[in-house]
T-cell receptor, first 117, second 107 residues
Framework: DARVTQTPRHKVTEMGQEVTMRCQPI?????VFWYRQTMMQGLELLAY????????DSGMPKDRFSAEMPDATLATLKIQPSEPRDSAVYFC???????????????FGQGTRLTVV | GQQVMQIPQYQHVQEGEDFTTYCNSS?????IQWYKQRPGGHPVFLIQ?????EVKKQKRLTFQFGEAKKNSSLHITATQTTDVGTYFC???????FGAGTRLTVKP
């Protein structure tokens, strides 16, 4: 049963600390998305990758957030330094895009619930 | 990226009533996807619409894609308590989601 795996599921950290969230996309998917969800902002696209290359990270605060795909099986989202306003649920999703069309739906992981105190 | 607007933001209905949520884009969409997120869960794919004027049905759910491919709707007939959740639309290419419509159903 293929699924997107996110770790950790929950993270509580103090303001100023570095936070790293990890995502294992479904094998064979070539596109990975990072979303942030809060009550106020809905489901906000932070960044996405195609074939491990960043295509758009305009939704991400550049001064403290960074997203990478060190290899095809791992995507990371890092916040340094973390702030209380970063508290949210962070979702990773993966899908297959071919010739500019989404061949599959976006499969979401279960999310990382981040609390910054 | 493309802007996708969704209305209403909230909808509370009595069980058995119908429900509709609308998705509007400022630009033409190549396709549109709909997702449902149950409280405490993650978004789960419902359907993808590709063709102008396309209508698809899944049991009590009816999805439409506008002729100009700038708007879409999801209609639920005779809501049930299991329909509770937030319904999102997302336009490809960059999978930016609308704000979602949160549906609550009173038994």
């Amino acid at each position: 049963d293929a699924r997107v795996t996110q770790t950790p599921r929950h993270k509580v950290t103090e303001m100023g600390q570095e936070v790293t969230m990890r995502c294992q996309p479904i094998l064979g998917h070539n596109t990975v998305f990072w979303y942030r969800q809060t009550m106020m902002q809905g489901l906000e696209l932070l960044a996405y990758f195609r074939n491990r290359a960043p295509l758009d990270d305009s939704g991400m605060p550049k001064d403290r957030f960074s997203a990478e795909m060190p290899d095809a099986t791992l995507a990371t989202l890092k916040i340094q330094p973390s702030e209380p306003r970063d508290s949210a649920v962070y979702f990773c999703a993966s899908g297959l895009v071919f010739q500019g069309l989404m061949n599959t739906e976006a499969f979401f992981g279960q999310g990382t619930r981040l609390t910054v105190v | 990226g493309q802007q996708v607007m969704q209305i209403p933001q909230y909808q509370h209905v009595q069980e058995g009533e119908d429900f509709t949520t609308y998705c509007n884009s400022s630009t033409t969409l190549s396709n549109i996807q709909w997702y449902k997120q149950r409280p405490g869960g993650h978004p789960v794919f419902l359907i993808q619409l590709v063709k102008s004027g396309e209508v698809k049905k899944q049991k009590r759910l009816t999805f439409q894609f506008g002729e100009a491919k700038k708007n879409s709707s999801l209609h639920i007939t005779a809501t049930q308590t299991t329909d509770v959740g937030t319904y999102f639309c997302a336009g490809f290419r960059d999978m930016r989601f609308g704000a979602g419509t949160r549906l609550t159903v009173k038994p």
